[in-house]
């Protein structure tokens, strides 16, 4: 089977069970190894203790040799003089341990009789004498031999605890998954307010369900969003389409003279016109939206652009009879797609027009008043704008007073756009209002540093 098509719960076990048999092993081997170093010291420790007891017998009281296999318990020893054996245990000649390998002087080691018996034998040799001793290492081997298969039976018994242990485990730290994997699959666009079960936000699956949450909310409001946006856009598309089937209509009931069709016919194309503007909008809108808006991004002197946009809209506030003024006190040059800025712009100054009673004042004005920052400010004596919808007034067909905006010819887009044109080029629009006494609606852009 290919690990790709193996579950979570199935890795983490297998990965956990082979992990563990590598640190089980690695223990058993270690503790083997470790008693059977203590046990060969403890033998080795014993064996030199009765070389010295030997030696010091033959030394002393040479004729008492032969008590200490019965009193001493020493039964495996032999003392030579040359080549002459002095004295040697019945044990000693009878497990044929003269054969052993018998170097003078080196560390204890291990010799296997014909018998299948081992010892452990070692010689120490004085000028004239020498004493060789053994011990019988036979019981030793049986312990360590009785302690490696415990342990060799051990480590799979602990192996297959591991694997059902671990599957046991893995399948309860990951039901979480498995809950919001159920749950997420009978969420749809229908039920955006549903939510993925967390059971405690701080751990790791916690915290995928809360970004998953999180996302759900901001789907839902895009939606949310969309549903309005089409809702206000079919109605604002049914108005004049209603307009003019009733101008149609009433033109029809009867005949009339070609100035009154005429009439008709002027009213049908101001609607017609309305529906233009408004389809324009909503394109703009939509592909600033989907990102389909490539911008380029040059050097612009702002009083330029803003002085272009008076003229451009200076017929109608002169139809109003108002007066428009732009003030530029030093080059204020910024980065930023010239001809979206410039939407924006007309944007604002063309509601400011709107808004502004006949004779009103407005005024243009582009500054530096902070380091690093490049502004246009847009300011009118208008109706002013209440606190309550400053922040709504940016919205896609949000109006004060809808009737109004209406008769003035707007669309409730104008804001939308311009917050659009401006944040597209890194800025931002701030407004200043007061009901009764104009407003200023400022764009800010960073200042371009070159020329
Ligand atoms: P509209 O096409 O209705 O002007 P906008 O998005 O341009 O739509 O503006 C939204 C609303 O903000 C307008 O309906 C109007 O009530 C208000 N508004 C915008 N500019 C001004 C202004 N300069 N003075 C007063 N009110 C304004």
Redesign the pocket.
Known sequence: MKGGALSVRARLTLWHAGVLTLVVCLFAAGILLFVKARFYSELDLQLSRELATVDRIYREEPGELPDLAPHWGIALFQVTEGSNVRHSTEAWEREGLARAPQDDNVAPASWSAPDGRHYRVQRISAPSYSVAAAIDETPLRHTLWTLAVILAMGVPFAIGLAIAGGYFLAGRVLSPIGAMADKARLITAESLDERLPVDNPRDEFGRLATVFNETLSRLRDSFERLRRFTADASHELRTPLTAMRSVGEVALQGTREAGAYRDVIGSMLEEVDRLTRLVDSLLTLTRAESGRIALTSVVVDLGELAGSVAEQLRILAEEKQQSLSVHTAAPVKARCDPAILRLGLM?LLH??I??TPNKGEIRVGVTSALPGQAAIEVQ?V????AAAHRQK?FERF????AGR?SDMG???????IARWAVEANGGRIELESEEGKG?L?RIVLSAATES
């Open positions: 944007n509601n400011a709107k808004y009118d208008g109706p002013g704008i007034i949000y109006r004060v007073d905006s707007g669309l409730g887009l104008g804001l939308a407003s609606f």
